[in-house]
């Protein structure tokens, strides 16, 4: 018996192609590639500014809060430095007052304690019992309370009386209005126990540097 195979030949499977990529299809994907790393480059960037720039608005917020403590330290040790040199003005005043051996030391002394505030003396004088004192304030009301320190002692009789006190404009530093001072001179009878220890014409603090306590 004869068989045909009408099937023809047994053929083989055909092989797969690998997939190829042409000049263009490799262009695009490198061009996507370096998009992407450009992308990812300037979203790394945009994110070291952001973080940079509040470390920056941090320290300068430090900074600042630093300087104002400084300041307010600065302010408080200028108002020292005023506050010590008008001491030592002081301490000068009284020790040239003294130097003079024309007044008692105790009167020196209630005189120095009888200052207010924002008060000086320019000039103490001795006549005999009579005592004058020149100086300058920069309120009426400190006037006041000066003549009435002064009687509150028992070196000097009461009344003291103010014979003079006028007011002059000082100028003040660039940029300040002048300020208003009240030149005065006030004159008390010193006690029988002040007059004995202090007898004889003499004249004090002439030239003195100003006094403030």
């Known amino acids: ?43 790394w960037w945009y994110w070291s500014l952001n973080n940079e720039s509040a470390r920056l608005d941090a320290e300068i917020l430090a900074r600042q ?30 020790e040239q007052l003294r130097s003079g051996q024309s007044i008692p030391v105790q009167l020196l002394d209630h005189v120095s304690r009888s200052l207010p505030e924002m008060m000086w003396l320019t000039e ?3 006549e005999g019992g009579a005592v004058t004192i020149d100086g300058r304030s920069t309120t009426l009301i400190g006037l006041s309370d ?8 028992p070196l ?33 009878e010193l006690a029988s126990s002040g007059r004995a220890a202090g007898a004889g014409p003499a004249a004090a603090g002439r030239g003195a540097p100003p006094v403030a306590k």
């Open 146 to 153: 000066f003549v009435g320190n002064l009687g509150n002692g």
């Open 65 to 94: 809060q630093e300087a104002q403590r400084l300041q307010s330290l600065l302010t408080e040790v200028q108002k020292f430095e005023a506050q010590r040199a008008q001491l030592q003005q002081r301490v000068q005043l009284i």
């Open 156 to 188: 000097l009789k009461k009344p003291i009386e103010i014979v003079k006190s006028q007011v002059e404009s000082s100028a003040g530093t660039t940029g300040t209005a002048p300020v208003e001072l009240i030149t005065f001179t006030v004159k008390a």
């Open 1 to 43: 018996m004869i068989r045909i195979n009408l099937l023809g030949v047994e053929r083989k499977p055909a092989a797969r192609k690998t997939p190829s990529f042409d000049v263009g299809q490799r262009l695009t994907v490198a061009c996507s590639l370096i998009l992407v790393a450009a992308l990812v480059g300037v979203g």
């Open 124 to 126: 103490m004088t001795q």
